[in-house]
């Protein structure tokens, strides 16, 4: 279950108490209240076409007197495009109450419903990438190619490995093949947030592993997690091949192998037991930092990450 660094960074807006004005808020007052009876004037500037005007001298008479269906025309005109004005200052007067800090000049559109964030709501179609196109990559160890398991091909080895006494401590899986064959296939039948591996060096299966996003696992309940955060998981399969360095070794190649093929990912994360000492060291190797100690529902855990912005200094 790995975890995540979720400091999302989010930005908070500042908060005022409810009745006061903030000191950076355009302050707007809205309604009749204001500077009533004072000396101004709430008139609307009309500025009629020459043409327009132009009817009131063509129908005046020859006694000086005006025909009524000029003035009613001039009347009603004038009143239209009161009418229109008056529409259009309301307007504005109701944008600017709704829009009420959305800052001077801002339209404001009719509501609509928020989408939810897309680390909330990931898309499917880009939880990992296609694992199994990251291809093989060059170690000092040999060639190491991660292929994604196979249950018909595969359980056997890795149900041999998992029931070794020193990994059954750490792993928790020892057992028949099909307790270990329904840990497998819960994350091939999956949306493919965690993908199952073997790991080739040199054409030889020597390890498991498995690729999953932190922050969609449960494990990101009990660590800040960011999201694209990339979790890891290693065995070292057999006897032959622990301790003699192939963990940090290969730990480092797979973690730029992920920050390389992710680029929404900003790092890399593993809670290996804190009580497996040869596991949290080849962490440390592989450029890992230690980051705080986590308690999960099965083990007290070692929060590991190694940082796309530090891969280069450890």
Known sequence: ?????????????????????????????????????????????????????ALFAEDTGADGSRSLGATATATATATAGQARASATSAATVAGAGAGAGAGAGTTVAPCASKAPPASITPNLDDLLGDVADWGPLSTPAGALHLVPV????????????????????FWGLAGPDNAIEEHLQSQLAGDGRSVPCMGLLEGTPMSYWEIYRADLDPLARHYPARPHDTGVHLLIGGMGDRGRGLGG???????????????????????????NTPSVAAFLTAGFRFSAEVDLPAKRAALMIRDRSLRHLL
């Open 1 to 53: 279950m790995p975890p995540t660094d979720a400091s999302a960074n989010a930005g908070t807006a500042p908060v005022t108490d409810t009745g006061t004005t903030s000191p950076t808020a355009p302050e707007s007052r809205i309604g009749p209240a204001a500077d009533a009876g004072a000396d101004s004037e709430d008139t609307l500037d009309l500025h009629l076409p020459d043409e327009f005007v």
């Open 150 to 169: 196979r249950i018909e091909r595969d359980l056997p080895i890795i149900s041999r490995w998992m029931n070794d006494p020193a990994v059954t401590a």
């Open 249 to 275: 070794t290969l730990l480092r190649a797979v973690a730029d192998l992920a920050l390389d093929k992710r680029p929404a990912c900003a790092r890399v994360v593993a809670e290996p037991d804190i009580r």
